[in-house]
């Protein structure tokens, strides 16, 4: 009797069993529940002991992965004068010097030798053999056969506008129009003077073969193409409608050739627009500002029967911008992915990496307060990336110098002969480096930093070669950093 109360224990006990690992595994076949929050993990591996700084808006996670595209890579940067356009070529710059982009390039340093209407073989440097050209960032108005020509048809047009009267106050600080036109010193007010009888004064400068005018009549859509002859024919119709025909049949053509133009006052949504359409990482628009300057003409207020002189002399340029300031919000609108929230992290990130950067080449330090490097965390709009020093010397890197290396690059390529300096009084470090260059003129162009960094990237010098000349030049470098890096990231909730 007993032994068979047991069997019935033991064959209780083993269904009981049974049941348990089942219903076990029933849970372990169903899906996990996630919470809203998303942690977001950076590409590189990171230390408990590494300060995170939370910088943006709330519900910036928003729990979704960046989104997936293609990278596109050639773009051609059509440079309106004064309208921030350096400052865009210096990003274009970087870009397409880390991705080792073919560059069109003018001969002689001379950025400006294609202005106005010599874009052709005889001015710019030739093209690598089975290479195509992949950017444009110097002076050229825009010619659409020409254009064409040189880049591929998968090319991305790219233009920057500014309000016409902001506009019209940096050029004529920056070209010293007062002086070209004869206008007493005396008078605060020149700028209003001009602005009288602006068909009196222009035609006194400009009208060259390299300025064919004087930048204050349509200026930005003369750069654009717009034909001078009725840029000059504008002022003597009498006819409103045959003015607006005329100015809306261009802004069609420039919307049909550029997909994206650019506005200067919003800069940094303009960059984040960019970005977007491009598929680029946030790290290729980070920047620094490039030729912005002080002037006593941006206080003076333009108003009344002048500012409607300015705006009936620069008839087009306004009807450019009023279009595409309107059509610049459409696309924000249209773009979705928290667009502000990105434009509000975008620049809190520039900001501290111009901090970072100031520690580590202006004032030659191994880490700024942030640590030996800034890193970014993967976002709901890209992947993360890490700002060091050797972003930062190409972030600070000028146009010149940009400009020397595209060279470099580019002679090397075609295979032209050493141009480099035969100085006798070189150190050794100065003499290596020269012993590469073509174009380079050391201490003049770049620093040595930059150069020494441009050699050892190109494989001209070895890695070891590399540390010792940075030791020999730069001593300082050699101390270690106590600080761990510091982590950005948005702020989740």
């Known amino acids: 009797m007993a032994r068979k109360r047991d069997l019935k224990f033991f ?14 595994l029933i849970i372990l076949s169903q899906p996990k529940k996630h919470g809203h929050k998303k942690r977001y993990i950076h590409k590189r591996s990171r230390s ?9 808006h709330n519900n910036v996670s928003g729990g979704k992965p960046y989104p997936r595209c293609t990278e596109k890579k050639r773009i051609a940067l059509l440079k309106n004068h004064k309208v921030g356009g350096d400052t865009v070529k210096n990003i274009l710059n970087r870009y397409g010097y880390n991705r080792n982009l073919t560059f069109l390039i003018p001969r002689n340093f001379a950025p400006s030798l294609a202005y106005p209407y010599n874009l052709n073989p005889n001015t710019v440097i030739g093209r690598p053999p089975n290479k195509t050209y992949d950017i444009w960032v110097h002076h050229a ?31 004529w600080n920056h070209y010293q129009l007062r002086k070209k036109f004869g206008i007493p010193s005396t008078k605060i007010d020149s700028i209003l003077m001009f602005l009288q009888e602006p068909a009196i004064y222009d035609p006194v400068c400009g009208h060259g073969s390299h300025e064919p005018l004087c930048f204050t009549q349509n200026s930005m859509a003369a750069d654009l193409g717009f034909p001078l002859k009725d840029n000059q024919k504008l002022q003597s119709l009498k006819s409103g409608k045959t003015k607006k025909s005329i100015a809306e049949s261009f802004v069609r053509q420039i919307e049909e050739d550029f997909p994206f133009v650019m506005i200067m006052e919003y800069f940094d949504e303009s ?6 359409m491009m598929c680029w990482s946030m790290k290729h628009i980070l920047y620094y500002s490039v030729n912005s300057k002080r002037y006593s003409y941006k206080h003076v207020e333009i108003k009344g029967k002048d500012k409607e002189r300015h705006a009936e002399w620069n008839y087009v340029d306004y009807a450019l911008y009023d279009h595409f300031n309107n059509t610049f919000w459409q696309k924000v609108k249209e773009t979705g992915n928290s667009f502000w929230e990105e434009v509000e992290f975008f620049r809190q990130v520039n900001q501290k990496m111009r901090d970072h950067c100031a520690a580590l080449i202006q004032k030659s330090q191994t880490c700024s307060k942030y640590g030996p490097t ?3 965390s993967d976002t709901r709009w890209g992947p993360g990336f890490t700002i060091d020093r050797e972003f930062c010397l190409l972030a600070r890197r000028g146009l010149r110098c940009h400009f020397t290396l595209q060279a470099e690059r580019l002679t090397k390529a075609l295979g032209i002969r050493n141009r480099g300096l035969h100085q006798t009084t070189l150190n050794v470090v100065e003499k290596e480096l020269n012993r590469h260059c073509n174009y380079c003129k050391l201490k003049i162009r770049c620093n040595k930093e930059d150069y020494l960094a441009h050699f050892y990237r190109e494989g001209y010098i070895s890695a070891q070669q590399y540390e010792e000349f940075k030791t020999v030049t730069f001593p300082e470098l050699s101390r270690s950093c106590s600080l761990p890096p510091t982590v950005l990231r948005p702020e989740l909730h």
Do not use: A
């Not at 269904?15 to 690992?21: E, G, Q, R, S, T």
């Not at 408990?48 to 943006?56: A, D, G, R, T």
């Not at 659409?144 to 050029?171: G, M, Q, W």
């Open 141 to 171: 108005v825009f010619e659409r056969n020409v254009f064409k020509e040189y880049f591929p048809e998968d090319t991305f047009f790219l233009t920057i506008l500014r309000n016409p009267l902001s506009h019209f106050k940096s050029v």
């Open 11 to 24: 064959s209780c006990l083993m269904f009981f069993m049974v049941m348990c690992i089942s219903l076990y």
């Open 48 to 56: 408990e002991s590494q300060p995170i700084v939370s910088l943006s």
């Open 374 to 376: 800034l890193e970014v």
């Open 271 to 276: 960059l984040v627009l960019l970005r977007r």
